[in-house]
């Protein structure tokens, strides 16, 4: 069973950066594809950016797409997300997630998530 821990949200003014961490234990990391979501209160959390179990393949939401990059580092159990050119309706709780199968952009399809991390940014 894989824990997971996000980390590096914060407040930040649009066209401002963020880097977000995902701190993975407990299994074998580079296993999984992962998947970073975000969740405004009262909407359903959606996709933000993807990774393969190798990282050779990536996918974005078409809202991030050229603005956020996902990296991962099997090594060090650790996925990342750079967040450039923020924008104030960025603003969510942003969630890392792992699953089994070779890539989703489907939550439900994820078994593992970690609490969150809250990134703000205003205008």
């Known amino acids: 069973q894989v824990q997971l821990e996000e980390s590096g949200g914060g407040s930040v003014q649009a066209g401002g950066s963020l880097k977000l961490s995902c701190a993975a234990s407990g299994g074998t990391f580079s296993g999984y594809a992962v998947g970073w979501f975000r969740q405004i209160p009262g909407k359903e959390r959606e996709f933000v950016a993807g990774i393969v179990r190798d990282g050779d393949t990536t996918d974005y939401a078409g809202s991030v797409k050229g603005r956020f990059t996902i990296s991962r580092d099997n090594a060090k159990n650790m996925v990342y997300l750079q967040m450039n050119s923020l924008k104030p309706e960025d603003t969510a709780i942003y969630y890392c997630?792992?699953?089994?199968?070779?890539?989703?952009?489907?939550?439900?399809?994820?078994?593992?998530w970690g609490r969150g991390t809250q990134v703000t940014v205003s205008s």
């Open positions: 997630a792992a699953t089994g199968v070779y890539f989703s952009a489907y939550a439900p399809q994820y078994n593992y």
